[in-house]
């Protein structure tokens, strides 16, 4: 006796299903900034009489620091774990307009009383040395000994230790480049135009604030997106 076999229930399950677990559809990525205006951020300066508005503004889609005075913009969200993607450049003339190597970061798991530099990692901006590494006022990280740098009782940044980056990748002041910054729990990595040249290990895990320094010379950033990573 002939007939038509029956189509197997296997080929109708879903791959996630057949593996025993759900394949669940990554985050979408959140616009820190959305290039409008500065909704969702706040600030601190070295002189609170400054209003937000005069170092930071917004043109053509592009969130535009002056670099002065010293401070930074800050999320009014913390965020723990999450993989943070920043396209930044300097403003073509920043270096001679101020007189020296310009100077800016990335500030990741703000934390901590106000001050101009807070508690907090930073993956360093300053012009030739983006990838840098650096956990201020007793904020931890570890890695290569080759690379480790410190101060202790600083009286701008207390108990400071860092880690230089392994090569420069960044573009020349004028040209967009890309930061790829993970930080998942203790571990902390670090791309720059799609190269790996920072990594390390026991960092300080707490939820905190996204910043954006002004520490000298104009500085241009036109995306600013954070993946959560869920812990």
């Known amino acids: ?32 900034f959305n290039g409008k205006d500065l909704s969702g951020w706040t600030h601190v300066l070295v002189d609170p009489k400054v209003r937000m508005e005069e170092v930071w503004s917004v043109r053509d889609g592009i969130l ?76 931890t990280l570890d890695g290569d000994p080759a690379r480790r740098r410190e101060r202790k009782a600083d009286p701008m940044l207390g108990d400071m230790v860092g880690f230089t980056k392994t090569e420069a990748a960044e573009k020349p002041e004028g040209e967009w480049n890309l930061y790829e910054i993970t930080v998942d729990g203790p571990s902390v990595v670090v791309h720059v135009n799609g190269k790996k040249v920072n990594e390390a290990k026991a960092a300080t895990v707490l939820p905190g604030r996204i910043g954006l320094q002004s520490e000298g010379g104009e500085i241009h950033f036109r995306r600013v997106e954070l993946v959560p990573l869920g812990r």
């Open 1 to 32: 006796m002939t007939g038509r076999r029956r189509p197997s229930l296997l080929l109708a399950l879903p791959l996630g299903l057949l593996a025993g677990t759900a394949v669940a559809a990554p985050p979408d990525p959140v616009r820190l």
């Open 64 to 139: 535009v620091c002056r670099g002065e005075p010293l401070g930074f913009l800050q999320t009014t969200a913390d965020h723990t774990s999450f993989r943070l993607v920043v396209e930044w450049r300097w403003a073509p003339g920043a270096a001679a307009r101020l007189g020296k190597v310009p100077n800016s970061g990335v500030l990741l798991r703000v934390n901590g009383e106000p001050r101009p530099i807070p508690r907090a990692l930073e993956a360093q901006l300053r012009a030739g040395d983006a990838g840098d590494l650096y956990g201020f006022w007793g904020m």
